[in-house]
């Protein structure tokens, strides 16, 4: 179980690495657009769109990132008093009751949400016509991964309290 642990952690460490530069990559387009503005007198045609998909997209991504490095907000003021035991039974009992039906419900409205942009070929109401289907494809993409870490974590606690069952 700690090898299924440690390759969701690799997935997920990889893929944060690899879609955390996409921030320098809206800077540009951001720049590009204000030079645009200050010099011509006009912003583009396509880099708000562009800019606000990618940065929805750079946002999504990293969930799963940011789990797996403990940066998502915990209440733990209450959760440091327990015992690592009980710690681990409150973080198995918090995953289950409460983001397995977020998670659940991100994937199945993701989809949907998704699918029906996909089947009408949605794009944005700007003068470029993008397509927007992409971008509510990374809703089911971040749901996969926050699954996985989330299976991580749970491995984890499992594993916690076999250790502590074992001493």
Same mark, same amino acid.
């Given at each position: 179980?700690? =090898?299924i642990a440690r390759a969701i952690d690799a997935l997920n460490e990889?893929?944060?690495?690899l879609i955390a530069p996409l921030l320098a990559v809206i800077t540009l387009i951001v720049v590009y657009d204000i030079a645009m503005r200050f010099f011509i007198g006009r912003p583009s045609d396509? =880099?708000?769109d562009v800019t606000k998909m990618l940065f929805g997209a750079h946002f999504m991504l990293m969930a799963a990132y940011g789990l797996r490095h403990h940066a998502h907000v915990e209440v733990d003021v209450l959760k440091r008093l327990l015992s690592r035991r009980k710690q681990a039974a409150l973080e198995i009992l918090g995953y289950l009751i409460f983001f397995v039906p977020f998670i659940w419900m991100l994937l199945t409205y993701g989809w949907s949400f998704f699918e029906r942009s996909f089947s009408r070929s949605e794009t944005t109401y700007g003068i470029v016509a993008l397509p927007v289907y992409?971008?509510?494809a990374v809703i089911v993409v971040t749901a996969v991964l926050i699954l996985l870490q989330a299976i991580a974590v749970v491995i984890r606690a499992i594993q916690e309290l076999r250790? #502590? #069952?074992a001493a």
């Open positions: 179980m700690n =090898a990889g893929f944060g690495r396509w =880099a708000f992409p971008v509510k250790k #502590e #069952e």
